[in-house]
């Protein structure tokens, strides 16, 4: 027995929202209340981390506010051509230090940025629920996110998310509009695989 949805197939049963979820980037433009943005992101706080150290910070901006035109500057000029039209963007950023229980001091950490990862998929599958999706994009100038947006040392830019409403895909310039739909996954036996890899 298999799942289908979004005209994908997943190779064993799982919840239809995985398949709900991808990456357009035709949006509408639409304003997005920041209550239901705080709810996107009340998601990813909840996700799992190292010790629990909660690595990941937020940083957004909701379109037609004071911040907007900051962010957006923030991305490459691909990315702005659709980007235009998102409700919210998002920047992820995770601490490359945490303080294990009981030591005194901050050590590395090893699995941050998995971390934070980890919290951008429980924000994704939350925007998915709500009627809404995300496009991730590392297509930004990260060492002017890090100065503009006041990113402390020792934290790492992991990605900015566009936030949007499914728009017009005739919108978007070629080749972006033929590429505009739910993509398949390779099959579960080349990414998982009992005892290690093959030899």
């Given at each position: 027995m298999t799942t289908a949805a979004n005209g994908r197939t997943a190779d064993y049963p799982i919840d239809p929202i995985f398949l709900e979820r991808w990456s357009p980037r035709?949006?509408?433009?639409?304003?997005?209340?920041?209550?239901?943005?705080?709810?996107?992101?009340?998601?990813?706080?909840?996700?799992?981390?190292?010790?629990?150290?909660?690595?990941?910070?937020?940083?957004?901006?909701?379109?037609d506010t004071p911040s907007w035109q900051k962010f957006f500057g923030l991305l490459l000029p691909n990315?702005?051509?659709?980007?235009?039209?998102?409700?919210?963007?998002?920047?992820?950023?995770?601490?490359s230090m945490m303080r294990p229980p009981g030591a005194d001091k901050d050590v590395p950490s090893h699995s941050h940025s998995f971390d934070a990862?980890?919290?951008?998929?429980y924000v994704a599958l939350q925007a998915v629920?709500?009627?809404?999706h995300l496009h991730?994009?590392?297509?930004?100038?990260?060492q002017r996110a890090f100065t503009e947006l006041n990113v402390p040392q020792g934290y790492?830019?992991?990605?900015?998310?566009?936030?949007?409403?499914?728009?017009d895909k005739t919108k978007l310039a070629?080749?972006?509009r033929s590429r505009?739909?739910?993509?398949?996954?390779?099959p579960l036996t080349k990414t998982a695989f009992e005892g290690g890899f093959p030899a």
């Open positions: 035709a949006f509408t433009g639409e304003t997005i209340a920041e209550h239901d943005l705080m709810t996107m992101l009340e998601a990813g706080r909840w996700a799992a981390s190292s010790y629990n150290s909660q690595p990941w910070r937020f940083l957004y901006a909701i379109r990315n702005q051509s659709w980007a235009k039209d998102a409700s919210a963007l998002v920047v992820m950023v995770s601490n990862g980890t919290a951008s998929g629920k709500m009627g809404w991730g994009m590392v297509g930004l100038d990260m790492r830019v992991e990605a900015a998310y566009a936030v949007g409403r499914l728009g070629e080749p972006m505009e739909e739910p993509r398949p996954r390779n």
